[in-house]
């Protein structure tokens, strides 16, 4: 009974705050990094950007994790690799988006995983979701076609086509981490590490073909500045500080705790897009904005009390 004294409860608040405030930094440079990848990003170096942006980490990564990455076995290496394959198809299809759209639909558009992967866990598994959750995912889809429209109803542009399809990119890879029983039990640190050293392969493949652009060499001799300001803000904050402090956190508070405070990210990408580069929704964008953060924080907590999720 001691550890209920009084002392205690006066100090959780505290110390869930301590935690709760780093994660939450990593939803803002996250909402942030679709707006740095636009400013040092054209159609041009797409490929060379992200063989950059990976390779810097990928080391730290190594080092950091040389002894469990030691341990993994060849199931645990070809699980690991085949996730790198699809993430290596997010980074580029979401990249190719953030060049060809506005940074805050990019940001709210790529939200919309949020609500994909319960749709696509319930297919899976033939359980049909929750009627609170498809009310959540309409409201969604009803705000992303808003959100798109902000000048008027016209198509959507490739971007935001990109982006929708790099959001159920993302639902593939987490279903497949789902999936890939020889994952399931690996190390975090390593099972990032060869994923991301996959992805950087291909990246590196695609980018020594003729004719995809410029090489990760003359994109880096290019830049200036500003440039490697927004590389290492892509690489240093939104991937290896992002990682750890997740690693950190989820340790220390609960997952769903996490998941909500990083589920902020569209919110913050939203702000970035309005207050640093201009962007003008529009009141039907504005409208669907609302409806899109709606939606998915509906749709979140909708998906947390579904028993059928709780028992999978």
Not at 116 to 133: G, H, I, M, N
């Amino acid at each position: 009974m001691s550890s209920l004294a009084a002392p205690l409860p006066l100090g959780a608040p505290r110390r869930a705050w301590l935690t709760d405030l780093p994660v939450l930094l990593v939803a803002v440079v996250w909402g942030t990094s679709y707006l740095a990848a636009k400013g040092i990003t054209s159609a041009h170096t797409v490929l060379a950007v992200l063989v950059l942006r990976f390779a810097i980490v990928l080391p730290v990564l190594v080092a950091a994790g040389w002894r469990r990455l030691r341990t993994l076995d060849a199931a645990q290496w070809r699980g690991a690799a085949v996730l790198g394959l699809i993430l290596a198809g997010i980074f580029l299809v979401e990249t190719y988006g953030v060049v060809h759209t506005s940074a805050t639909n990019a940001g709210l558009i790529i939200s919309l995983t949020m609500i994909f992967t319960p749709l696509a866990e319930a297919a899976v598994s033939r359980v049909r979701p929750p009627r609170a959750f498809l009310g959540a995912a309409a409201l969604s889809v009803a705000g992303v076609v808003l959100l798109t429209q902000g000048g008027g109803f016209t198509a959507p542009s490739l971007g935001d086509l990109l982006m929708l399809l790099a959001a159920l990119a993302r639902t593939v890879h987490v279903l497949a981490m789902s999936r890939i029983k020889a994952v399931r039990n690996a190390d975090s640190l390593s099972l990032t590490t060869v994923q991301l050293g996959s992805a950087v392969a291909v990246f590196a493949v695609l980018a020594a073909l003729p004719g995809t652009g410029a090489t990760p060499w003359a994109a880096a001799a290019d830049f200036g500045p500003g440039e490697w300001a927004g590389l290492l803000f892509l690489s240093v904050l939104c991937t290896l500080f992002a990682f750890f402090v997740q690693m950190w956190a989820v340790r220390r508070t609960s997952p769903s705790r996490v998941s909500l405070l990083l589920g902020t990210e569209p919110l913050w990408a939203a702000a970035a897009g309005i207050a640093l580069a201009g962007d003008r929704p529009g009141a039907l964008g504005l409208a669907g904005a609302v409806l899109v953060l709606a939606g998915t924080g509906w749709g979140r907590r909708a998906a947390d009390r579904d028993p059928n999720r709780a028992k999978g």
